[in-house]
């Protein structure tokens, strides 16, 4: 069966005068996949975005959004919606009013939009009638994301969606995106947070200097790494250090924050293979894994690592 695709790119490159924006940049993003971009600061995640959003245009390569190629028009095909840089919203309205406005500029009945409907999907009813000026950054987030789903997108482009967000707002907007994605909406996404990219999303895309140095699921990413460190909480934390140390591959961590916040937890650095080891070893033994964690995600360890080496040059 043919997989099908939200967004094909092909050798993308942007450019704003003598700065490479986007150096032959690919990307596929399957229809119904919730897929990530990350990378430091001026890696090319904006300008990636904005192309997906038709408010810009690539200077060469190949750019399909919903089988549709992309010319050089300032324009989105229809099905796409979404935000870069934050929301855009009018302070001295409400949010249903600021929601009315945009239907009115796209030509449909205030009364017939679905503005109640996306409101509550985003957990906003409550403030519906309320100024936006007041609004904090998680709820001008939220009211974003209601104004993305006016038009029930095919594809879904988000910029930092969950800034500002305390834990429940960030858990319904997960919920939100989750049920899209289950319901075949696709969905890309930039984010600097680690956790959220890792919750939502099948694959991700890791951006440096406007190139692409990983793409694929997060899974693939894990097997690529270079050693991690875990945290190991077992029934019998002595014998299981002395069982790490004694296992090819497996050596001790010095992460002193781990360890202080759990006496019985020590902290190994490994590869996956290795880890593997140490733990059939320890269950061979009869001692029971309690916790078994990376002190930093395969996803956050790249990006640190990514960060470093731009730092370096």
């Known amino acids: 069966m043919e997989t099908l695709h939200a967004v094909r790119a092909g050798g993308i490159t942007k450019c704003f005068g003598e700065v490479v924006a986007l150096d032959g ?12 971009l990350v990378g430091p600061n001026g890696a090319g995640k904006t300008t990636l975005l904005g192309l997906l959003l038709g408010l810009a245009v690539a200077d060469s390569g190949r750019l399909e959004i919903l089988g549709t190629r992309v010319g050089r028009a300032f324009a989105a095909p229809d099905g796409v919606a979404g935000f870069v840089d934050g929301p855009g919203l009018y302070p001295s309205l409400t949010a249903r009013q600021n929601l009315a406005a945009l239907a009115a500029l796209r030509g449909h009945d205030a009364r017939t939009a679905g503005i109640d409907d996306v409101l509550g999907e985003v957990g906003l009813t409550d403030v519906a009638d309320d100024r936006t000026r007041g609004f904090s950054l998680g709820m001008r987030q939220r009211l974003g994301l209601a104004a993305a789903l006016l038009t029930r997108p095919r594809l879904l482009v988000l910029d930092e969606p969950s800034n500002g967000l305390d834990p429940a707002g960030k858990r319904h907007v997960h919920g939100v995106l989750n049920r899209l994605a289950a319901e075949g909406t696709s969905v890309v996404l930039s984010s600097h947070r680690m956790d959220d990219l890792e919750a939502l999303c099948s694959e991700v895309t890791i951006l440096a200097t406007g190139r692409v140095v990983f793409t694929g699921p997060l899974s693939k990413l894990a097997a690529e790494s270079r050693e991690l ?3 190991v909480r077992t029934s019998d934390p002595e014998a299981a250090r002395r069982l790490a140390a004694d296992t090819a591959g497996v050596r001790i961590g010095d992460d002193s924050a781990a360890v202080r916040q759990d006496s019985d937890v020590f902290v190994v650095r490994a590869l996956t293979p290795a880890l593997d080891e140490l733990v059939a070893g320890l269950v061979r033994s009869g001692i029971a894994v309690r916790e078994l964690a990376p ?12 960060t470093d080496q731009e730092a370096g040059r």
């Open 25 to 36: 940049v690919d990307l596929d993003v399957t229809q119904g996949q919730i897929h990530g």
């Open 229 to 231: 460190e875990y945290r």
């Open 295 to 306: 002190v930093v995600s395969p996803l956050e360890a790249a990006f640190l690592a990514l």
